[in-house]
């Protein structure tokens, strides 16, 4: 049982050091930390120039914030669940140009996170996906991105790649 309460406890750390790197990186001013009240933890929510804990973040937190904050989450459930697909449906298109690489550059790059999964992303964003392909494509290491197309009742799959953008 001690061992697995350490463990439990390095786990709650490394995750609580990820999100809260995120959370500066994307420029959000809030932090979590995670007490622990002997057998059970309780993830608590914090706004840097605010002394003590939110009672509730759904009275604090943009609707954005939410949204990137739970994306997040849902990353680090998924990645310990192990699926083998992960849909991601218009995650990013709310979100300004700097949140949107921020949460990008979260979910698919470094050891936890979504690189190297399969993970169909749909977006009606190009941006991203220029910034990924074109731009800083050794930085984003993606094997494809597609764009489709319907034609004559016809569902078309074009890969996208960096000769395509201009």
């Known amino acids: 049982i001690g061992i697995h309460k350490s463990n439990v406890k390095k786990t709650i750390k490394i995750y609580k050091d990820e999100i809260n790197n995120f959370l500066k990186y994307a420029g959000y001013r809030y932090y979590i930390d995670i007490e622990d009240d ?26 954005g914030e939410k949204n990137a904050f739970s994306l997040v989450l849902f990353m680090y459930q998924a990645i310990r669940d192990n699926p ?30 979504f690189k190297d999964r399969t993970v169909l992303l749909m ?20 094997p494809s991105a597609w764009f489709l197309e319907l034609s004559d009742g016809n569902i078309i799959e074009r890969p996208i790649t960096k000769s395509d953008i201009v």
Do not use: W
Not at 123 to 137: F, G, Q, S, Y
């Open 38 to 63: 002997g057998d059970t933890y309780k993830m608590k929510l914090k706004h840097q120039d605010f002394d003590g804990t939110l009672q509730s973040g759904t009275q604090h937190l943009s609707y």
């Open 84 to 113: 083998d697909l992960v849909v991601l449906d218009d995650p990013i298109s709310s979100f300004d140009r700097n949140k949107k690489f921020a949460i990008l550059d979260k979910l698919f790059r470094g050891d936890k996170s």
């Open 123 to 142: 977006t009606h964003d190009l941006e991203p996906i220029i910034d990924m392909i074109h731009c800083m494509p050794g930085r984003f290491d993606m």
